[in-house]
Nanobody, 125 residues
Framework: QVQLVESGGGLVQAGGSLRLTCAASGPITARHSMAWFRQAPGQEREFVAAMRMSGGTTYATDSIKARFAMGRETAKNTVYLQMNSLKPEDTAVYYC??????????????????WGQGTQVTVSS
Protein backbone atom coordinates (compact mmCIF):
# COMPACT_ATOMS: atom_id res chain seq x y z
CA GLN A 1 0.00 0.00 0.00
CA VAL A 2 1.51 3.30 -1.12
CA GLN A 3 1.17 6.25 1.23
CA LEU A 4 2.25 9.84 0.65
CA VAL A 5 2.80 12.44 3.35
CA GLU A 6 3.40 16.07 2.45
CA SER A 7 4.87 18.76 4.65
CA GLY A 8 6.29 22.26 4.41
CA GLY A 9 3.35 24.44 3.50
CA GLY A 10 2.62 27.74 5.19
CA LEU A 11 2.18 31.48 4.86
CA VAL A 12 4.82 33.53 3.10
CA GLN A 13 5.05 37.01 1.63
CA ALA A 14 5.31 37.55 -2.10
CA GLY A 15 8.87 37.05 -3.24
CA GLY A 16 9.56 34.55 -0.49
CA SER A 17 10.37 30.85 -0.63
CA LEU A 18 8.95 27.58 0.66
CA ARG A 19 10.10 23.99 0.37
CA LEU A 20 7.53 21.23 0.25
CA THR A 21 8.46 17.62 0.82
CA CYS A 22 6.63 14.40 0.04
CA ALA A 23 7.62 11.15 1.71
CA ALA A 24 6.39 8.02 -0.02
CA SER A 25 6.15 4.62 1.62
CA GLY A 26 5.24 1.31 0.09
CA PRO A 27 6.11 -0.31 -3.24
CA ILE A 28 7.64 2.58 -5.23
CA THR A 29 9.77 1.53 -8.18
CA ALA A 30 11.92 3.22 -10.82
CA ARG A 31 8.90 3.13 -13.13
CA HIS A 32 6.93 5.41 -10.84
CA SER A 33 6.67 9.14 -11.25
CA MET A 34 6.16 11.54 -8.39
CA ALA A 35 4.26 14.71 -9.13
CA TRP A 36 3.06 17.93 -7.58
CA PHE A 37 -0.36 19.36 -8.36
CA ARG A 38 -2.10 22.35 -6.86
CA GLN A 39 -5.67 23.47 -6.46
CA ALA A 40 -6.77 27.01 -5.71
CA PRO A 41 -10.27 27.74 -4.34
CA GLY A 42 -12.89 27.40 -7.04
CA GLN A 43 -10.41 26.12 -9.59
CA GLU A 44 -9.52 22.74 -10.99
CA ARG A 45 -6.47 20.85 -9.83
CA GLU A 46 -3.51 21.75 -12.02
CA PHE A 47 -0.18 20.15 -12.75
CA VAL A 48 2.95 21.76 -11.35
CA ALA A 49 5.86 19.35 -11.86
CA ALA A 50 6.71 15.67 -12.09
CA MET A 51 9.76 13.49 -12.00
CA ARG A 52 10.34 9.84 -12.68
CA MET A 53 12.06 8.02 -9.84
CA SER A 54 14.70 6.92 -12.39
CA GLY A 55 15.30 10.57 -13.34
CA GLY A 56 13.94 13.34 -15.53
CA THR A 57 11.77 16.28 -14.45
CA THR A 58 8.90 18.02 -16.22
CA TYR A 59 7.45 21.41 -15.29
CA ALA A 60 4.06 22.80 -16.19
CA THR A 61 5.17 26.15 -17.56
CA ASP A 62 8.34 28.15 -18.17
CA SER A 63 7.34 30.45 -15.32
CA ILE A 64 7.15 27.55 -12.89
CA LYS A 65 10.39 26.09 -14.21
CA ALA A 66 12.12 29.43 -13.63
CA ARG A 67 10.97 29.66 -10.00
CA PHE A 68 10.38 26.10 -8.76
CA ALA A 69 12.69 23.11 -8.56
CA MET A 70 11.62 19.53 -8.02
CA GLY A 71 14.17 17.06 -6.78
CA ARG A 72 14.78 13.93 -4.80
CA GLU A 73 16.15 13.96 -1.29
CA THR A 74 18.72 11.50 -0.02
CA ALA A 75 16.04 9.76 2.03
CA LYS A 76 14.55 6.99 -0.04
CA ASN A 77 11.42 7.92 -2.00
CA THR A 78 11.24 11.48 -0.72
CA VAL A 79 10.87 14.33 -3.17
CA TYR A 80 10.75 18.06 -2.67
CA LEU A 81 9.42 21.12 -4.42
CA GLN A 82 11.55 24.19 -3.78
CA MET A 83 9.46 27.24 -4.55
CA ASN A 84 11.18 30.61 -4.93
CA SER A 85 9.95 34.06 -5.91
CA LEU A 86 6.46 33.10 -4.83
CA LYS A 87 3.50 35.09 -6.12
CA PRO A 88 -0.01 35.49 -4.68
CA GLU A 89 -1.32 33.43 -7.61
CA ASP A 90 0.71 30.49 -6.32
CA THR A 91 -1.68 30.29 -3.36
CA ALA A 92 -3.28 26.85 -3.36
CA VAL A 93 -3.38 23.47 -1.69
CA TYR A 94 -0.43 21.53 -3.03
CA TYR A 95 -0.78 17.78 -3.48
CA CYS A 96 1.82 15.10 -4.01
CA UNK A 97 0.89 12.15 -6.19
CA UNK A 98 2.44 9.01 -7.57
CA UNK A 99 1.67 6.62 -10.40
CA UNK A 100 3.15 5.17 -13.56
CA UNK A 101 2.10 7.53 -16.35
CA UNK A 102 3.83 7.58 -19.71
CA UNK A 103 6.02 10.62 -20.29
CA UNK A 104 3.48 12.47 -22.41
CA UNK A 105 0.76 12.00 -19.80
CA UNK A 106 2.59 13.11 -16.66
CA UNK A 107 0.58 16.33 -16.52
CA UNK A 108 -2.70 14.43 -16.25
CA UNK A 109 -4.01 14.02 -12.69
CA UNK A 110 -5.98 10.94 -13.72
CA UNK A 111 -2.72 9.15 -14.46
CA UNK A 112 -1.89 9.07 -10.75
CA UNK A 113 -3.55 6.63 -8.38
CA UNK A 114 -2.07 7.62 -5.03
CA TRP A 115 -2.38 11.07 -3.47
CA GLY A 116 -1.25 12.82 -0.33
CA GLN A 117 -3.53 14.80 1.94
CA GLY A 118 -2.38 18.16 0.62
CA THR A 119 -0.59 21.09 2.22
CA GLN A 120 -1.74 24.71 2.13
CA VAL A 121 0.51 27.36 0.61
CA THR A 122 -0.59 30.95 1.06
CA VAL A 123 1.32 33.83 -0.50
CA SER A 124 0.38 37.30 0.72
CA SER A 125 0.85 40.40 -1.38
Amino acid sequence: QVQLVESGGGLVQAGGSLRLTCAASGPITARHSMAWFRQAPGQEREFVAAMRMSGGTTYATDSIKARFAMGRETAKNTVYLQMNSLKPEDTAVYYCATGTPILSNRHNSQAYNHWGQGTQVTVSS
